[in-house]
T-cell receptor, first 114, second 114 residues
Framework: KNQVEQSPQSLIILEGKNCTLQ??????????LRWYKQDTGRGPVSLTI?????NTKSNGRYTATLDADTKQSSLHITASQLSDSASYIC?????????????FGRGTSLIVHP | SQTIHQWPATLVQPVGSPLSLECTVE??????LYWYRQAAGRGLQLLFY??????ISSEVPQNLSASRPQDRQFILSSKKLLLSDSGFYLC?????????????FGPGTRLTVL
């Protein structure tokens, strides 16, 4: 069964600090992994996508890493801002032969305090 | 450019009443369409998806139903709402051949069943 597990479930940090969110998955065959940001009361928006051959991908202060061997990904946020307060969702899609319906993690709720 | 609309934005309904949520997509043809529900503090749960007009697949048994009367219109319905139907409903679209099947989400509908 395809699964995506995220940790921590929630995280509180001070503005300006860095943080790292984790994602472990068991999706086969693997196609790509995407991190979404969901502001409260809004739909998720894609931050980064990584395929099997990519180890790291940056989008401004967001940097995602992927270890396809251990089936782990992380999202690192640098110099956090109040606007980073949101839920961050890890989504893994299967490749040919697998379900094209992506598997969503439950998300990590990040709160940035001033 | 593509846009996705959902309405209403918020809805309060009594138990046992009917439901109709509408989603429309502009700027793309023959998209895959999805309905998700997000309960408070929970992850996204896929309810229905559609790969074409009149083609609906259900992921979980429930008292909800979906229809796709037109290529870019997706409707979520219920004949009699339950308290457990409360949640945040998100519609999404994707084109599998594009951007690794990235899903683009609508603004969501907050449904409260009393």
């Amino acid at each position: 069964k395809n699964q995506v597990e995220q940790s921590p479930q929630s995280l509180i940090i001070l503005e300006g600090k860095n943080c790292t969110l984790q994602c472990n998955y068991t999706v086969s065959p693997f196609s790509n992994l995407r991190w979404y940001k969901q502001d409260t009361g809004r739909g998720p928006v894609s931050l980064t996508i990584m395929t099997f051959s990519e180890n790291t991908k940056s989008n401004g202060r967001y940097t995602a890493t992927l270890d396809a061997d251990t089936k782990q990904s992380s999202l690192h946020i640098t110099a956090s801002q109040l606007s980073d307060s949101a839920s961050y969702i890890c989504v893994v899609s299967a490749g040919a032969g697998g379900s094209y319906i992506p598997t969503f993690g439950r998300g990590t709720s990040l709160i940035v305090h001033p | 450019s593509q846009t996705i609309h959902q309405w209403p934005a918020t809805l309060v309904q009594p138990v046992g009443s009917p439901l109709s949520l509408e989603c429309t997509v502009e700027g793309t043809s023959n998209p895959n369409l999805y309905w998700y529900r997000q309960a408070a503090g929970r992850g996204l749960q896929l309810l229905f998806y559609s790969v074409g007009i009149g083609q609906i697949s259900s992921e979980v048994p429930q008292n909800l139903s979906a229809s796709r009367p037109q290529d870019r219109q997706f409707i979520l319905s219920s004949k009699k709402l339950l308290l457990s139907d409360s949640g945040f409903y998100l519609c999404a679209w994707s084109v599998p051949e594009r951007s690794y099947n990235e899903q683009f989400f609508g603004p969501g509908t907050r449904l409260t069943v009393l």
